[in-house]
């Protein structure tokens, strides 16, 4: 499942692409919007929240209604393209995607005469709303760890609520996108290897909640405009991206112990189905 750093630079290539432009085509391949005409609505931004990207548009000029929102949400295999290009980089996200999976296809004709392709590939959330009601689709999130707003009021609410599960095993918590939002499967695994902590203890467990939500803005942050996360800082030569995500069976980057792959319940957050995570017992404290 795309990772809030993810989510946020394709909004910024979508946006870049579509804002202030008119819609020329628009096909939104889901049931319930199947016969939906936006054809001459401005796309006036693209925008993420947390996971979800919200695609506001204007009413044409001449025409009377609301703004709407396109809210989509890529889940675990959905991908957008602009102009046949994936917005993710990927080996397998390179590869292009079956004709029959697109859900959503927009094109978009600007001022100067330029057009734009936007296509979204297996998502599996598309909803028209009013922009106004937005919070029907993204309200229930917790703060954004990518927000523009981020600062000392969404940091010590993320703070409090991380704290507020005390006794839910850190792991669990962290992909419950209601605490904060922006958290995926890979940055859970490297922010408990990170604080030295196994995923399978309690948040109580945590001597600082805010030094981990802080650890968490930063490298989302620090990612957000690049094709290739990185959480050890790029100090470790070819292939040294990430401490132990998809390193099981490999040495520790730290200890030179055995990085293990573990299954986690999910059971009330995003994805209740079983999810893979990576440890190191030595350095997570799960040998002593």
């Not at 999976?101 to 297996?122: C, F, Q």
């Amino acid at each position: 499942m795309p990772e809030g750093d993810t989510v946020h630079r394709q909004c910024r290539i979508l946006h870049e692409a579509l804002a202030g432009a008119t819609l020329t085509r628009c096909e939104l391949r889901v049931p319930r919007l199947a016969d939906t005409d936006l054809r001459g609505w401005r796309v006036r931004e693209v925008v993420p929240r947390g996971k979800h990207l919200l695609l506001r548009l204007l009413p044409p000029a001449d025409g009377a209604g609301e703004p709407l929102t396109l809210h989509s949400h890529l889940m675990m295999d959905g991908i957008w393209f602009v102009d046949d290009k994936p917005l993710i980089s990927s080996d397998t996200s390179r590869a292009r995607r079956p004709a029959h999976t697109a859900r959503v296809i927009l094109e978009a004709r600007h001022d100067d005469g330029r057009v734009a392709r936007a296509t979204g590939y297996e998502i599996k959330q598309v909803h028209l709303l009013r922009t106004a009601e937005e919070d029907s689709e993204v309200g229930h999130l917790g703060p954004d760890l990518l927000s523009p707003a981020w600062g000392p009021a969404l940091r010590e609410q993320a703070a409090a609520n991380l704290a507020a599960q005390a006794d839910l095993p850190l792991g669990q918590v962290l992909l419950d996108q209601r605490v904060m939002a922006g958290v995926g499967n890979i940055y859970r695994s490297e922010l408990c290897f990170l604080q030295r902590i196994s995923p399978f203890a309690p948040v109580s467990a945590l001597s600082d909640p805010g030094a981990l939500v802080d650890l968490a803005h930063r490298l989302l942050d620090l990612n957000k405009d690049r094709s290739v996360r990185v959480t050890t800082g790029g100090m470790m030569g070819r292939g040294g991206d990430l401490w132990v995500y998809g390193r099981a069976g490999q040495p520790c980057r730290r200890c030179r112990g055995r990085v293990e792959r573990r299954m986690m319940a999910q059971p009330d957050v995003e994805g209740a189905q079983p999810r893979v995570v990576f440890v190191c017992p030595r350095c997570q404290g799960e040998s002593r």
